[in-house]
């Protein structure tokens, strides 16, 4: 089945612990993209990826990293994380630049 | 200014009734997309319906159709015959440019079906 996979789904953390979600994605898509979401701002989107080794920041970087060492797989690094990171995160893959984006169940992030 | 514009928080609709959502977007790109995401309360977001800015035809996909109106930079999403799994948010997100990978997404309408 054709999907993208995010782990942990439920995180509840304390700030400055490191922590990373993994995602990872089985449709051998190029772009893949990491979003938060909290309420009454809609999606924002942290990092992209347009390809193995090429990533770039998106609209809200702060406080985050990634890397693409893999096709499949998109990471997102908080490496000391604060309560305002508190939030839902999703990761998304599309085949092209441009087309439909496919999204992850979403992990629930709380820093404590 | 905000790219994506949903001036819904919530809208109601009876069964088997059509209901639409609204959205405007803003950009001076001539090539862009539109897009309509779900999210059920489970929380996943799953993909509508689609609407290039060349496309000359406004884009239906089953019972979901778009209503694009360049001239007014709207994209109304239309969902006909509702039913009560319709209830969830709803997102209208747009691509700027031809090859752009980012998606500016609107803050959403809530969507309830009523029996």
């Known amino acids: 089945e054709a999907q993208v996979t995010q782990n942990p789904r439920y995180l509840i953390t304390v700030t400055g612990k490191k922590l990373t979600v993994t995602c990872s994605q089985n449709m051998n898509h190029e772009y893949m993209s990491w979003y938060r979401q909290d309420p009454g701002l809609g999606l924002r989107q942290i990092y992209y990826s347009m390809n193995v080794e090429v990533t770039d920041k998106g609209d809200v970087p702060e406080g985050y990293k990634v890397s693409r060492k893999e096709k499949r797989n998109f990471p997102l690094i908080l490496e000391s994380p604060s309560p305002n990171q508190t939030s839902l995160y999703f990761c998304?893959?599309?085949?092209?630049?441009?087309?439909?984006?496919?999204f992850g169940p979403g992990t629930r992030l709380t820093v404590l | 200014a905000q790219k994506i514009t949903q001036t819904q928080p919530g809208m109601f609709v009876q069964e088997k009734e059509a209901v639409t959502l609204d959205c405007t977007y803003d950009?001076?790109?001539?090539?862009?997309?539109l897009f309509w995401y779900k999210q059920p309360s489970s929380g996943e977001m799953i993909f509508l319906i689609y609407?290039?800015?060349?496309?000359?035809q406004n884009a239906t996909e089953g019972r979901y159709s778009l209503n694009f109106q360049k001239a007014r930079k709207s994209a109304n999403l239309v969902i006909s015959a509702s039913q009560l799994g319709d209830s969830a948010m709803y997102f209208c997100?747009?691509?700027?440019?031809?090859?752009?990978?980012?998606?500016?997404f609107g803050t959403g309408t809530r969507l309830t079906v009523i029996p």
């Open positions: 997100a747009m691509r700027e440019g031809p090859g752009a990978n980012n998606l500016f």
């Open positions: 950009t001076s790109d001539q090539s862009y997309g």
């Open positions: 609407q290039g800015s060349y496309d000359e």
């Open positions: 998304a893959s599309s085949l092209q630049r441009g087309n439909e984006q496919f």
